[in-house]
């Protein structure tokens, strides 16, 4: 068992910044490759962004690319989500996962969830 627990949303403007932590417990964090999704209002749960678990490659939606940036600590057995140039459309509950494997951006791979943190982007 992995226990995830996310941290760090808020309310920010459009074009601030904010730094989302997900913090593990149980099983060996570096065990696994991690990833982030979100999910808004009325929409499905989308792939926002993937790391292995070394941290040597990461993998993006092209929603967040060149805004944001996944990043881990295995000394910590944290990871991180820097999100830079927020824009209203970011809004959603985040959402970290673990997988097994390698690097995945597809839900149905990842064997652990979050509770999700809320993000509100104001325009």
């Known amino acids: 068992q992995v226990q995830l627990v996310e941290t760090g949303g808020g309310l920010v403007q459009a074009g601030g910044s904010l730094r989302l932590s997900c913090a593990a417990s149980?099983?060996?964090?570096?065990?696994?490759?991690m990833g982030w999704f979100r999910q808004a209002p009325g929409k499905e749960r989308e792939f926002v962004a993937a790391i292995t678990r070394s941290g040597g490659i990461a993998d993006y939606a092209d929603s967040g690319k060149g805004r944001f940036t996944i990043s881990r600590d295995n000394a910590k057995n944290t990871m991180f989500l820097q999100m830079n140039s927020l824009k209203p459309e970011d809004t959603a509950v985040y959402y970290c996962?673990?997988?097994?494997?390698?690097?995945?951006?597809?839900?149905?791979?990842?064997?652990?969830w979050g509770q999700g943190t809320q993000v509100t982007v104001s325009s």
């Open positions: 149980g099983r060996t964090f570096s065990q696994y490759a």
């Open positions: 996962a673990a997988t097994l494997a390698t690097i995945a951006s597809t839900e149905k791979l990842y064997h652990y």
